[in-house]
């Protein structure tokens, strides 16, 4: 038989897409967050939270990835936000031809803040670079304390993560400091929020995050 | 998982070389998959069996190589396999470590026939006009 080396990484594809994408969000001046999570963990949720504090002073795009509803899409749509569905058709995670497409059809000279919601999943998207200027994983309390053992690849990649739900940490049995832990182990680097979406509690950390991210993206 | 689209991915690529090569029909195909890449083996060759259909691919057989985690410490230069994905270093205990290998995703080789007695291909192996 006859070898011939190929030697061709199945992500190259998507890698190079994903550079168009950066380079089409930095010259328009548009800074991404691509926000991944399990599903329900409350990506939704929380953008819809987050628009209104930031409404007034930035241009906000999302971009939603769905298995096959438009449901996510229309809870942003009500608030009246410029929104891009992509239904995957049962593709586990978005890739970054996906979000090119989107880029094109959303008006992005005009956009100051673009969000991602990924389609939820705690492996495959992880795999998968968009192009974004940064990756935000959510984890809600009711999963558990043992994910970054689980999935560190998801909690590797991510700048922040975000406790979401705290909110029932009475009912469940979640140890925060543990979760914490073990995220900080698999990444140093990590930065850690705790919120609910449902009382409000830590959503102005949140806030203050994407505001000082925004601003370090547009000076350098 | 992934491992659909992923396939779907490793037989364009596989059939590209074929054809560039001026085979048509691939023996083996020798993947290299990294433990930490979140794929799994078995969904992997379940989307090679049905994605493989009329494809040069389609006789041959995938061959799975696991590629083990490998991280190094940016403290000590030591490499090392991490237990329990925790990444600190046996050595001094460092936590700022880089994975060295076990995110691989490729195609490594690909076995063919001999002599096919097909003429070598055009430099792209896509059918269509782009
Ligand atoms: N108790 C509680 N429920 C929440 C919170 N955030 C989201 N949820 C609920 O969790 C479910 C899934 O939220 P959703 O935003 O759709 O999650 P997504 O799939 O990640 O987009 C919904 O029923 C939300 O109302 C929270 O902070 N506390
Ligand atoms: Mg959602
Ligand atoms: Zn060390």
Redesign the interface.
Known sequence: ???????????E?NRLIAEENRDLIRKNGVVSLNIMSAPGAGKTSLLVNTIPHLRDRYSIGVIEGDLQTSRDAERIAELGIAVYQIQTGG???L?ASMVHSALHRLDLDIIDLLFIENVG?L??P???DLGEDARVMLLSITEGDDKP?KY??MF?ESRLLVLNKVDLLQYVDFDIDKAKG?A???N?DIEILELSCKTGEGIDGWISWIEKFYGKCRNG | MHEVSLMQNLLEVVTRVAAKEGCDRVRVIHVRIGEMSGINEDSLRFAFDVLSKGTVSESGALEYERVPLMTRCRGCNGEFHPNDLVFSCPVCGGMDCEIVSGREMEVDYILTDDDTGMEQGDACGCNSVE
Do not use: Q, S
Not at chain 1, 2 to 9: A, L, R, S
């Open positions: 038989m006859h070898e011939i080396h190929v030697g061709t990484d199945l992500r594809k593709v586990c995670h890739d999943n492996v495959c992880a795999e998968f053992k560190p690849l590797r073990e900080l182990d698999i140093p």
